[in-house]
């Protein structure tokens, strides 16, 4: 668990790095662009798609790949979801229904024989624990 909360802030500082070069790089690139505008070497207008397609060449793959990496991060740094049937640290069954709902989910008090034999167990283990 230590090792994968080392690793969470790697990846955090990582996409921080990815994220302040993604700035940089779009502030410069706004300075280039802007400096060709004032010179009149491109006008505005008639070359938009040129100039959306040189920040997205300079600057958009390393505003993804800081999401995707911040990403990656914040799931490493989750703790593990419980399941239903997992053993937990006092290793007690994790219970999410009872003894009633059980039987209404399989069938009548009668009808036991529909049951799979750790499902009796659980349900056995789960009475003990009531008592």
Avoid: C, P
Wanted: charged share 20%.
């Amino acid at each position: 668990m230590i090792v994968r909360k080392i690793a969470s802030y790697v990846f955090y500082v990582v996409a921080a790095l990815l994220l302040g070069f993604a700035i940089w790089a779009f502030s410069h690139s706004a300075d280039i662009i802007s400096e060709a505008i004032e010179t009149g070497q491109i006008t505005l207008m008639g070359n938009l798609y040129d100039i959306i397609g040189f920040y997205m060449a300079n600057t958009g793959q390393y505003f993804v790949f800081a999401i995707l990496i911040a990403g990656i991060g914040m799931l490493l740094g989750k703790k593990e979801r419980v399941t239903s049937g997992t053993r937990l640290n006092n290793n007690d069954y994790a219970k999410t229904q009872n003894d009633a709902e059980l039987d209404e989910w399989f069938g009548s008090e009668n009808n036991k024989a529909g049951r799979s034999a750790e499902a009796e167990l659980l349900a056995q283990a789960t009475r003990e624990d009531d008592e």
